[in-house]
C-alpha cells in the first residue's frame, strides 16, 4: 500500500516496480509530505518543488487527500518547469524525455491526487513498465492484507532507505544526493532507470 506522490521519490519508484500496489485513496491530508513536494538537485544543491494547494478552513479544515485541489492561482506549473529545465538541461536524458514531461506542466489539472496519479504514469512509460491503478475503498490504520509502506510519503522521516549512488550532474559540487525525485534518476540514468529500480535492496517490511 502506497500514496501516489509528486514524482515520488527513487525508494518509492523502486517499491513501485518491485510489488503489485494499491493506492492509499481514502487517508486524509497531511502537510510537509511528498504529497504536494519532490526534491531535486540544482547547481545549489538539494531543491524542493513545492505544489501549492487551497486550503479548507472552518470545521473542513482536514480534507481527505483525494479532494484536495491546487491552488494554480500561483504559476507554479511555469516555475516548476523552468527550475526542472535549468537543472537538468545538461543531464544525459533531460531531452530523451522532456517531451514527455512538460506536458504535466501544460495542463489545467485541478485534483492533487490524480496529477499526482498522472506523473507516476508518465515516468512509467518513460521506462517501460505498466505500474498499477488500484485504489483502496476504504481506510484501515493497520491493513491486514497489505504491506504498509505509506510511510514512504514522510518527507521528513529519519532512518531512509539506503540506495546505490548513481551519477548525478553536479555530484562533483555536491556529492551524491539520496532521496531524490525520481526525475533525478531518469534525466541522469535514462534508459539504465528500471534496471537501476528492480535492483535495489529494500527490505520495506523491516524499514
Known amino acids: 500500500m502506497l500514496h501516489p506522490t509528486y514524482f515520488p521519490n527513487v525508494a518509492s519508484f523502486a517499491a513501485m516496480v518491485q510489488n503489485d500496489v494499491v493506492w492509499e485513496a481514502e487517508d486524509n491530508f497531511q502537510k510537509q509530505t511528498y504529497r504536494n513536494r519532490c526534491y531535486i538537485c540544482t547547481d545549489k544543491g538539494k531543491h524542493m518543488l513545492n505544489i501549492p494547494i ?22 507554479w506549473k511555469k516555475q516548476h518547469w523552468r527550475t526542472l529545465e535549468t537543472a537538468y538541461r545538461t543531464s544525459p536524458f533531460f531531452e530523451f524525455y522532456e517531451d514527455e514531461i512538460r506536458p504535466l506542466y501544460e495542463g489545467t489539472d485541478t485534483s492533487l491526487y490524480e496529477f499526482n496519479l498522472k506523473t507516476i504514469e508518465v515516468v512509467g512509460n518513460c521506462i517501460g513498465v ?25 518527507a521528513k522521516r529519519k532512518g531512509k532507505i539506503p540506495l546505490e549512488p548513481y551519477p548525478q550532474v553536479f555530484e562533483e559540487r555536491h ?28 527490505h520495506l517490511s523491516h524499514a
Open 54 to 75: 487551497k486550503h479548507v478552513g472552518g470545521d473542513e479544515g482536514r480534507q481527505k487527500y483525494a479532494d484536495v485541489e491546487m491552488d494554480n492561482s500561483y504559476p
Open 175 to 202: 556529492g551524491f544526493i539520496p532521496d531524490l525525485s525520481i526525475l533525478d534518476l531518469l534525466f541522469n540514468e535514462g534508459t539504465n532507470a528500471l534496471a537501476y529500480l528492480k535492483n535495489q535492496s529494500l
Open 130 to 154: 505498466e505500474l498499477p491503478a488500484a485504489k483502496t475503498e476504504k481506510f484501515q490504520m493497520e491493513p491486514t492484507e497489505l504491506l504498509d509502506t505509506r510511510f514512504l510519503v514522510e
